[in-house]
């Protein structure tokens, strides 16, 4: 079946444009994640969602960065007046029970 | 906070060897580690898990083994090969099962 769709794989903004980026998860998948990856790093937990609720959003960085999931399926994390920091790739990951699949990610350069 | 500590230097080793990949964490031991591959341009893909009451765990030329002593993970490929060349990165999982800390990541290139 098909797996984790990210959209757009890249994206350039301005410094202080807002962006969204989207994440479409394995159908049937209740747990959502998303992850931000800067270069030679590995993954770092931004928030995590089970069904549309956020259960936890303890890894988002500063109040510009928002995600929802208002009907427990697409996600979208919302970047507001984006930084030079902000550029990474953000990676999403939805997960059945112990493993969790990733998307492709969206690469931001900011710009 | 919880760390997971893998080695930034690349690995270079020639086709046919084993390529051993070292994790090691800090504090608590996790109920379980995670390794995955993760290629140029695509989201990491999940190899094995290990939980904290098994020592080793297999998976066609890959072996996993988990020391709480010596609070460290070993990855191994065995006869590895140049289509094993990426990053291979190690994961805890929280006690809920439900949130993942990853080390940095490896890099291993397999020349032939």
């Known amino acids: 079946g098909a797996g984790v769709s990210q959209s757009p794989r890249y994206k350039v903004a301005k410094r202080g444009q807002d962006v969204a980026l989207r994440c479409d998860p394995i159908?049937?998948?209740?747990?959502l994640f998303w992850y931000q990856q800067a270069l030679g790093q590995g993954p770092e937990f931004l928030t995590y969602?089970?069904?549309?609720?956020?259960?936890?959003k303890s890894g988002l960085p500063s109040d510009r960065f928002f995600a929802e999931r208002p009907e427990g399926s697409v996600s979208t994390l919302k970047i507001q007046r984006t930084q030079q920091e902000d550029s990474a790739v953000y990676l999403c990951?939805?997960?059945?029970?112990?493993?969790?699949?990733f998307g492709p990610g969206t690469r931001l350069t900011v710009l | 906070s919880q760390k997971i500590e893998q080695n930034s230097e690349a690995l270079n080793i020639q086709e046919g060897k084993t390529a051993t990949l070292t994790c090691n964490y800090t504090n608590y031991s996790p109920a379980y580690l995670q390794w995955y591959r993760q290629d140029p341009g695509r989201g990491p893909v999940f190899l094995l898990l290990i939980r904290e009451n098994e020592k080793e765990k297999r998976k066609e030329r890959l072996k996993v083994t988990f020391d709480t002593t010596l609070k460290q993970s070993l990855f191994h490929i065995t006869a590895s090969q140049p289509a094993d060349s990426a990053t291979y990165l190690c994961a805890r999982v929280n006690n809920a099962g439900n949130m993942l800390t990853f080390g940095g990541g490896t890099r291993l290139m397999v020349k032939p």
């Open positions: 159908s049937g998948h209740v747990s």
């Open positions: 969602f089970q069904n549309e609720a956020q259960l936890d």
């Open positions: 990951a939805s997960s059945g029970l112990d493993t969790q699949y």
